[in-house]
């Protein structure tokens, strides 16, 4: 219990919120930032370490987003870049509906499947 309780400590000190940087140009949002996500798998006991840099641009409602997955615990490996994922999305005005269109690549840049949905939130 007291390994487990460490573990959960440590792991709230390295995920820790961080505040993308949004720059203004000619009226529109572009931001760029990362995500960092640690966590234990209790049963197969593992710990995952991802970082997660993006950059994304906003226009008048439509987005288009860039973003990659870094396995911090497995630098010293050949994947270290697994891939780009690409989002466009649309928030339809009023109505809390967001269209979205995502697709993945690997490490060669092969795009793979292309999945598109609508999000709605109430």
């Known amino acids: 219990m007291k390994k487990l309780a460490i573990a959960l400590g440590l792991a709230g000190l390295v995920t820790t919120a961080s505040t993308a940087a949004d720059f203004y140009v000619m009226g529109q ?3 760029i930032g990362a995500q960092s996500d640690s966590n234990y798998t209790t049963g197969v006991e593992t710990w995952a370490w991802d970082l997660t840099p993006y950059a994304g641009v906003n226009v008048m409602g439509v987005s288009l987003l860039a973003e990659t997955k870094i396995d911090l615990l497995k630098l010293d490996e050949d994947n270290i870049f ?3 994922d690409l989002t466009f999305g649309y928030a ?3 109505v809390n509906v ?7 690549s690997d490490k060669d840049f092969t795009f793979g499947d292309i999945t598109m949905g609508a999000k ?3």
């Open 29 to 31: 949002t572009v931001s």
């Open 82 to 84: 697994t891939g780009v």
């Open 92 to 94: 339809v005005p009023k």
């Open 98 to 104: 967001n269209l979205y269109t995502e697709v993945s």
């Open 120 to 122: 709605i939130k109430f």
